[in-house]
């Protein structure tokens, strides 16, 4: 029997960061007391108009210039209808038929190691569209509560195109997207609080054959659920297909606890939303300059960036990948290889990708919460190059930095001592000291047993407190031992 | 007084031969005699209305008082007018309080008008009778069983029977020219844009334009002159420069003045194919008004709009199609009317709006819902905007020829209150003339021209598109040369 494929496809809403509303001059800030950021339009008071944020749309422009798609000259808001009581107009302010971004691509980097491999993406369209208020049904004794301050809030509506064959390459895509927008400054990047949220629709064909019927699972807020969702509608749409029966187009809702999706509605009662132009808002017209002036403000983007860690730092595609996945990492890295120098490229990698990394990763920190700034760490990985750090010892000088010990490397390695032992008289009365309070151990060695000569190293670096140059003491004992 | 233009009670302000106190009082006085027959108010606010003549007649004497201080203007109920409740006819905001200006409201405040209520209209402005306002119909000044007209029938009454200096209307399909046609009153629809929208309870948002309502084509001049303007709180106002709409008027023009005016009549309301059904009498008074213009020095052409007869079925798709959308608002979840017992959300909805909306509003609502409908948009909305394409373009081809087009307003003088209320189609069939217009989005006035048995009959002009300051000249010139829009109901 043919193995199934997975088709999924996903509908990304973007909050953009703006400080406005998109048709109204009230605040988007998260968290404020309910109904306290929404003024008169948000809550659609009679004769009351939407007025067109420009920032919203300039947030659009650069998000279609990000992903090479067309950016339409021309685009019309349409209205959305249905009822909802945290949807105060009874319509949505959307785009339908003309979009203001088509097309555009989005390049994936999916598994890790040997399982490693990249793939490109295709976006259908991103369109521009209003938040919805919330509705709260805790805490109000049988009441429901309604909350406008969302209202109106801009999204970026991203659909792709069912480009991806797995829910790791779900998950890898999400991922990208999450780092772009935030890359090109359009979103914050919250899924907590909602500034990102997928959709993803899935459904199962044989290869070769044509699209199945799909499901779509709503409002996915993190990368655990979309991967834990996905999973979960495959196994049980296989289970269906292979028991014999049909999938029914669905919306369904992913429930994290019991880790199952549900369905929320069928084709048959969904909604007919009567898309038609909003009759209060010109067409969306935006000129030549505007994209020019929206690109030339645009910031380096991560497959020109990668390329370019590539050539100038003479980086693994592998390292420059790591290190291009969000800007503040990648902006992080840079300013390190400015203090230490352009000849450190790959140990400043190595710290930033392996110890920095680990050590955020551990504390659950943002690389821009980092207690460790590029300059310090530029300067350790100086200090390592130029021989008064052994990477050992820096890992300490590191951990000091981490917790505040002290401001400069330099600083720290005098108040604590840490210098580098490289005066090789130094370092040869240690070793005769070991010698000679070890004559077993040299014996044998001298027998042909080479893991003697390890702890006689072990010995001489103890003697040193660490601080005595590896290679140095691997040489001179060499020496002395023969 | 009764007779006064408005720039002559400006004057009389102004001379302090009466302050806007007493002014607003002889009105509120008037209106207490007479509205209980003629219910052309629904809100009547003599403590605001008051408290605004006396912040008027401070100005005054301050020596700082414009045009408008100090004069007493009727405002239409779909205006949201900051403290005052404001219904728009309808049930379901029979307990709105607006908390804020419409744009025109906040214009006309700050021009130091004082406003002297809030008047009656078709619920939501559909209707063309005023017989839909859940406050009851308005009566015709010239007749109280006949009505006034509609949707704007309350400041069309109000204007005619001398309960307001003039007042503000609406027009989304003749609301504001066919009400002043069968009050005997001038009215004036602006070109779609020029006037805000902000704060105006929208109906068909691509349609609905407010305008002056008056006693004569100069009083509208005026006010216009502080209606419009450019509002960046209305995407869909325009960004046209600032216009003195009285300029033309005091200019001296000898005997002739309209020379060199072409006049268009369209073969479709005057030649034998004429397809409206036009009452005789009402024909004959346009003739004998078309005449007068030319004896004014105009010239007269044949014109054709071919696709005038596609109108009322257009409109009829495209604003009920809006109004579905606009009026989803009114859910009783936030504001105004909401039903009292409900087991659910949807129970909510559906009691809410059956009992908060008259008939003809729910009528439209399901029409234009659907005509949104998956599978009937193609056919019905889309195809509607074609045509409304076609009629601008009609338009467009006649203004080749002509610089303003006449004809009668209303095919019929004020007709009898039930008389069409049981046939929306005959009811829709009133605003033939005037449809087109909107859905071309032109600027139209409609003067009194005459009386056919007894009742008033308008003329209607129609201009290219920014023409407002030209036809209010042209309607200036014939008032000066004639007398019907002096003529007063006798009450």
Not at chain 1, 288 to 298: G, K, S
Not at chain 1, 325 to 332: H, R, V
Not at chain 1, 418 to 426: H, P, R, V
Not at chain 2, 97 to 123: Q, W
Request: hydrophobic share 40%; glycine share 8%.
């Amino acid at each position: 029997m043919n193995s199934w494929e997975i088709i999924i496809g996903i509908e990304t809403h973007v909050q953009l960061a703006t400080v406005s509303k998109i048709f109204s001059g009230a605040p988007t800030m998260f968290g404020a007391e309910p109904n306290t950021q929404a003024c008169a339009v948000d809550l659609a008071l009679p004769g009351v108009l939407p007025v067109l944020n420009k920032k919203a749309v300039e947030c659009a422009i650069r998000f279609g210039l990000a992903i090479g798609a067309d950016v339409a000259r021309r685009s019309v808001f349409a209205r959305k209808n249905y009822f909802y009581p945290d949807l105060p107009k009874g319509y949505q302010i959307s785009q339908f038929e003309l979009p203001v971004v088509s097309g555009g691509q989005l390049a994936i980097a999916v598994g890790q190691g040997d399982q490693a491999y990249e793939k490109t993406v295709r976006l259908t369209r991103a369109h521009l569209e209003e938040d919805a208020g919330k509705s709260l049904h805790e805490d109000f004794h049988g009441k429901s509560g309604i909350d406008l301050n969302r209202a109106g809030t801009p999204l970026l509506e991203i659909v792709s195109e069912p480009d991806m064959r797995s829910s790791d390459e779900a998950v890898a895509y999400a991922k990208a997207l999450h780092a772009l927008v935030r890359w090109i400054g359009i979103c914050d990047g919250n899924m907590q609080e909602g500034s990102f949220r997928c959709d993803a629709n899935v459904s199962m064909r044989r290869p070769g054959q044509p699209l199945g019927t799909r499901r779509e699972i709503k409002n996915l807020n993190s990368f655990r659920f979309l991967k834990e969702a996905i999973d979960y509608e495959v196994r049980w749409q296989i289970n269906e297909l292979e028991e014999g029966r049909p999938i029914v187009q669905a919306t369904v809702l992913f429930d994290p606890g019991s880790g199952v999706t549900r369905t929320m509605r069928t084709k048959e009662d969904a909604h007919d939303y009567r898309y038609f132009p909003d009759p209060d808002l010109l067409p969306l017209v935006i000129g030549e300059d505007w994209i020019a002036q929206v690109q030339a403000a645009l910031p380096e983007l991560p497959g020109a960036k990668k390329a370019r860690f590539m050539s100038e730092y003479g980086l693994s595609a592998y390292d420059a990948a790591t290190l291009t996945a969000g800007l503040e990492m990648a902006d992080f890295y840079e300013a390190v290889v400015a203090v230490a120098g352009k000849a450190q490229a790959k140990p400043c990698a190595n710290w930033v990708m392996v110890d920095l990394a680990a050590r955020l990763n551990k504390e659950d920190r943002e690389i821009g919460a980092s207690p460790v700034n590029p300059a310090q760490l530029g300067s350790l990985v100086a200090r390592i190059a130029d021989q008064t750090l052994s990477n050992n010892i820096a890992k300490k000088v590191f951990e000091a930095l981490w917790n505040g010990e002290g401001t400069s490397v330099d600083d720290i390695i005098e108040v604590q001592g840490l210098k580098q032992i490289t005066d090789s008289g130094a370092i040869e009365a240690l070793i005769d000291a070991v010698l000679a309070a070890n004559v077993a151990m040299v014996s044998e060695f001298k027998a042909g047993k080479e893991k003697a000569f390890n702890a006689l190293v072990g010995q001489v670096m103890k003697a040193a407190k660490g601080k005595a140059n590896p290679q140095q003491v691997n040489e001179l004992l060499r020496q002395k031992l023969q | 007084m009764i007779k006064s233009s408005l720039k002559q009670l400006a004057a009389a302000l102004a001379a302090k031969s009466v302050s806007s106190v007493e002014l607003t009082q002889w009105y509120l006085e008037r209106i207490s005699r007479l509205n209980p027959e003629l219910n052309a108010f629904i809100t009547v606010d003599p403590y605001r209305s008051l408290a605004q003549a006396r912040a008027a007649d401070e100005r005054i004497a301050r020596g700082e008082a414009g045009p408008l201080t100090g004069i007493p203007l009727a405002q239409k109920d779909i205006f949201c007018t900051k403290g005052w409740r404001t219904t728009c006819g309808s049930k379901m905001l029979s307990n709105f309080v607006s908390p804020y200006d419409a744009t025109v409201i906040e214009r006309l405040d700050a021009a130091g008008a004082v406003n002297i209520g809030k008047t009656n209209m078709d619920e939501f402005a559909m209707g063309s009778s005023n017989e839909t306002s859940h406050f009851g119909p308005v009566k015709n000044p010239w007749d109280a069983s006949r009505v006034p007209g509609g949707s704007s029938g309350g400041s069309a009454a109000a204007v005619a029977a001398r309960l307001a200096a003039a007042a503000t209307g609406t027009d989304t399909g003749g609301s504001i020219r066919q009400p002043a046609a069968l009050c005997g009153i001038t009215g004036l629809k602006p070109t779609y844009g020029v006037v805000s929208r902000y704060g105006m309870i929208a109906f068909a948002s691509s349609l609905d334009q407010g305008g002056p309502m008056a006693h004569s084509a100069e009083d509208c001049a005026l006010l216009l002159n502080h209606m419009a303007g450019f509002d960046a709180r209305d995407s869909t106002s325009l960004e046209h420069p600032a216009e003195e709409y009285t300029r033309e008027l005091a200019v001296e023009s000898g005997d002739a003045p309209l020379a060199g005016v072409r006049i268009g009549l369209p073969r479709e309301f005057f030649g034998d194919d004429e397809q409206s059904g036009c009452d005789p009498g009402v024909m004959q008074v346009v003739q004998a008004a078309i005449a007068e213009y030319r004896a004014l020095g105009a010239d007269v052409v044949e014109v054709s709009l071919p696709n005038s007869k596609l109108s009322v079925p257009a409109y009829y798709v495209i604003a009920p199609a809006e109004a579905s959308s606009n009026l989803s608002r009114f859910d009783g979840v936030r504001y105004g009317y909401r039903a009292s017992d409900y087991a659910d959300l949807n129970d909510l909805y559906c009691k809410t709006r059956a009992e908060g909306f008259g008939a003809e509003v729910k009528r439209r609502i399901l029409i234009g819902t659907y005509v949104l409908s998956h599978g009937y948009y193609d056919a019905y909305y889309l195809q509607a905007q074609r045509i409304r394409r076609l009629i601008a373009r009609d338009f467009a081809e006649a203004f080749r020829q002509c610089d303003v087009i006449l004809g009668p307003t209303s095919p019929c003088t004020a007709f009898r209150l039930g008389e069409k209320a049981a046939d929306p189609v005959q009811m829709y069939l009133s605003d033939i003339y005037t449809i087109a217009v909107n859905l071309a989005g032109l600027p139209a006035l409609s003067h009194p021209c005459g009386f056919a048995g007894g009742l008033p009959v308008g003329l209607q002009l129609i201009g290219d598109y920014f023409s407002e300051a030209r036809l209010l000249n042209w309607a200036h010139r014939y008032q000066l040369n004639t007398d019907w829009h002096t003529r007063a109901p006798e009450l």
